[in-house]
């Protein structure tokens, strides 16, 4: 462990457990339970603006980082409440994705993700500030026996995420994460020709509604996002590095989204389960400072490929590729 290096702004001093660093953030290396409670974590705490996470999923088939099952996953995710609460600002965000299990052998699906997500809620005492879907168009068609091979299902292509707060106004704008708008409204800013007055759907449209140029749309909590690239940094350093992908990332986009959203400029951003640091790297390129956790070796290994090498610090030389160590 070389702890002579320059510390980065997020907190005071490196963790026992930095795996990595940059001038933005920290991978920590170790069970989130564990490493979020010590006491190396408290500059930051009341100081994390967003928890954007995807915690492993309650599968009722072993993935391969070892996921609990049933009411023990229950139990475990709902713990983490507290220690959430103790990190936030007052105005602080969860946000939770987690995907759709199936029972095992079953056409059917499992609910106890949405358990999940219930009882985190219920007995932490939050606010559902909104619930978003991530929809990937580009999904392959899973479960195969029920979707392609007996063809008695669709195909599972979303997401849910929980967007959660102690308080019932979190810190928000959706002002950062507007779209680009339709043709047909850029036509009708263009023409500022369009009926007013009150429509099928009981809206009343005012004379000046879509007059004005707001600078893009507000999107919908229906989020479409593809997970296709096929050769990103990532995949090139994993590969030339002989490191397995991590086989559950999310598409930089989903946490980009919701750091626009959520967070400004230098606010802190926490992923506790954060597998190949996708939040970080997302983080990082919108100038938000990012702590990491997560305890599997070749992931965190795999993940410095999210980030320019210039700009690493490498703390803890076992969790680098072969070869690739640095003087301490
Ligand atoms: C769904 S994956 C997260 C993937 C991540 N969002 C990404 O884009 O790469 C969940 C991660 O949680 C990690 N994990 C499992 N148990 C954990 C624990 N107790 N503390 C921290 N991380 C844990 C797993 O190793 C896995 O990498």
């Known amino acids: 462990m070389n702890a002579n290096k320059r510390p980065v702004a997020v907190l005071p ?32 705490r009341g100081r994390v603006q967003l928890i954007f996470t995807s915690p492993p999923f309650p599968l009722n088939t ?19 409440g507290p220690l959430f609460r103790e990190l936030l600002t007052p105005d602080g965000s969860i946000v939770i ?5 199936w029972e095992p052998g079953l056409p059917t699906m499992s609910t106890l993700g949405l358990k999940a997500l219930l009882r985190f809620q219920e007995e932490n005492n939050l606010h559902l500030c909104q619930e978003f879907i991530c929809h990937n168009p580009a999904r392959l068609p899973s479960p195969a026996q029920w979707v392609t091979i007996e063809r008695i299902r669709l195909k599972d292509s979303f997401t849910r995420l929980w967007w959660l707060s102690p308080s019932s106004r979190p810190k928000a704008n959706n002002k950062n994460v507007l779209k680009e708008y339709s043709v047909a409204m850029q036509r009708l800013l263009k023409t500022k020709q369009f009926n007013s007055g009150k429509r099928p759907s009981e809206h009343h449209i005012s004379e000046e509604a879509f007059a004005v140029d707001h600078g893009g749309a507000i999107p919908p909590n229906v989020l479409s ?9 990532y995949q090139e350093y994993c590969r030339e590095n002989d490191i397995g992908f991590h086989p559950a990332r999310m598409p930089i986009d989903l946490p980009e989204f919701f750091i626009n959203f959520l967070t400004d400029a230098d606010d802190i951003v926490l992923d506790p389960f954060g597998g190949s640091n996708t939040t970080g790297a997302a983080a990082e390129k919108l100038n ?7 305890p ?5 290994k795999g993940s410095l490929g999210r980030f320019n090498r210039d700009r690493v610090q490498i703390i803890d030389n076992d969790l680098l590729p072969a070869g690739d160590e640095v003087e301490s």
């Open 13 to 44: 001093n490196f963790p026992a457990s930095t795996a990595y660093a940059t001038d933005r953030g920290l991978m920590l290396h170790g069970l989130a339970e564990d490493v979020l409670k010590h006491q190396d974590l408290d500059a930051i």
């Open 62 to 80: 072993k993935k391969k980082y070892g996921n609990l099952q049933g009411e023990e996953y229950l139990q475990w995710l709902t713990s983490f």
């Open 97 to 101: 994705e987690l995907g759709n299990s």
């Open 225 to 233: 996002i593809s997970n296709t690239r096929a050769n990103d940094p």
């Open 288 to 294: 938000r400072y990012w702590v990491a956790v997560e």
């Open 296 to 300: 599997t070796p070749h992931y965190i």
